[in-house]
């Protein structure tokens, strides 16, 4: 009280100074804190998560991709980022901090600074030296790796960071999920032969695991494809997202499960027919697939398309059967592209066809590479297009009418048999919020980072690389847990444990009650949050709801027969407890959801 400063002041500056403090760090309660929140959110945001992290007030824009996080947002990433560090801490791994700001030679004797494309946020200083904005960190730990480790004595280890990285994304979309500025733990395994790189990977998967649960998110591993990171095997860690950008291919028998980029299908055989006479036939107006098997008579299983694509200066045809699609990440690892495949033009498709669009075939093509599905490699006279105007070819067979470099290049589709337990496949949708890989002495290798062994002898680190999109995951905890009121916070990664609303600010006695919760509380070491506004009960009840706190107390006019209305958010009924019981009735329902969660 204002009477009780000034009595300190006038009698004792130096504690009075003291009490000034404490009085106002007390008073830090939702009447003056920073929590915007919005009755209503612009009409271009297209997913919950996005939708209610603008209007909780847990985030702003501030250029496309590009966001600021207010006081509740953050507190809900440094939640997640304790999860993180207790977890890799207690794998063994060590925190840094590295440089977002790399100079381009480290990139450029790992092979990836012209590689990595357009993603790569590039700069240069006044003195025309040029950098780049990290998108992820291999170079510079491997370079800390080739400067600080020596010996097979300091192996094995890994290090790790949390840190803005960039990446100048081609459609920012989905809040957080996809933005060209993201938080981001990145940890790096150096291991002395590929049996520790193995120990290390299923160390942080098991870690992963843990982090996730403890987030409350649902995620399962799946196979993945490496990419730009590159490495031998590679597990991502998926949410199920009916908005997700991925889809995930699992078996629900053996629970195979990969991402579809990477995910095969069971080959099924090939059937004994005989060869049959390759007979060129007169197809008027007959493009596509679905025409073609008009035209025949046939199933669309029992042809065959040919696509022309062009990539690293080349020219690329990829037969697969008529009734499926070009697995794109397959072709481009299996040729080792640095660019991505893109249909040709019409200039080079006739170039390497000499005919127009619907006629290509593998017979005669012009072409750098001819890449076959092994699944249409196996077709016994498949109808193929002729490379003629107007043509096509029947009776095609694969070695007697044609060759190619063949491989596993179709996309797998639903009820595609396991290439495990050849039960249908199934796929869903899902959002990526870790992902581990194996990457071996890529980059080692290539920037002459090594230690000596027991023998005295140089050799390169065999590396792991395991990231974790940590503002992703705070979107995909409220991609997975929201209601049509607003975000329901796990209890490990809430923003606040605990939150007290005065029902009347008039009422001094409701407001010394809730004030006494609120201390003690603080003093149990719980988060907790005052509403303290003036405002109707109306108000104070939504953006309650909106902001999602996992327990919420009610001081009202229950306080005449000494009670207050507790509400757990993810619960529809409330219900009344003694005052005196808030305090333990918080610690137990607290350090019942860290046992559950944890």
Sequence with gaps: RSSDLRWYRDHSPYEGRIFLLEWRKEKMKMSNMLMPT?????????????????????????????????????????????????????????????SALIPSELWEESGRYQAYGPELMRLKDRNDHEFCLGPTHEEVFTAIA?????????????????????????????????????????????????????????????TYQRIFNRCGLKAIGVEADSGSIGGSNSMEFMVPSVVGEDDIVHCPCCH?????????????????????????????KVHTIEEVAVFFDVDAKQTAKTLIYTADQQTIAVMVRGDREVNDVKVKNFLNLTEDIVLADEMTLEACTHAKIGFAGPIGLNVDHLLVDEEAAGLTNMIVGANQNDKHYKNVNYSRDFSGEIGDFRLVQAKDLCPHCQAPLEISRGTEVGHIFKLGTKYSKAMNASFLDENGKPQPFVMGCYGIGVSRVLASIIEQHHDDKGIIWPKNVAPYQVMILIMNMKDEQQIKIAEDLYTQLKKANIEVLLDDRNERAGVKFNDADLLGIPLRITVGKSITEHQVEIKARHEQDSHYIDIDEVVCYCENDRSASDLLEG
């Excluded at 080959?267 to 006479?277: F, K, Q, V």
Aim: no cysteine; proline share 3%.
């Design 146 to 206: 080739r400067q600080e480790i020596k010996s097979y004595k300091q192996l094995p280890i890994n290090l790790y960071q949390i840190q803005t990285k960039y990446r100048d994304e081609i459609r920012p979309r989905y809040g957080m999920m996809r933005s060209r500025e993201f938080l981001m733990k990145d940890a790096y395994s150096f291991d002395k032969d590929q049996a520790g790189l193995d120990l290390s990977f299923n160390i942080m998967k098991e």
């Design 256 to 284: 195979y499960t990969a991402n579809i980029e990477k995910a095969t299908s069971y080959l099924e055989t090939r059937t004994n027919t005989d060869w049959l006479e390759l007979t060129e036939v007169f197809t008027p």
């Design 38 to 98: 919005l009755r209503e959110v612009s009409g271009d945001v297209e997913i919950e998560s996005h939708r209610l992290m603008l209007k909780a007030g847990l985030i702003r824009k501030m250029a496309s991709g590009v966001y600021n996080y207010l006081p509740l947002g953050l507190k809900a990433l440094r939640q997640i980022e304790h999860i993180i560090r207790t977890e890799m801490n207690d794998a063994g791994a060590q925190e840094i901090l590295a």
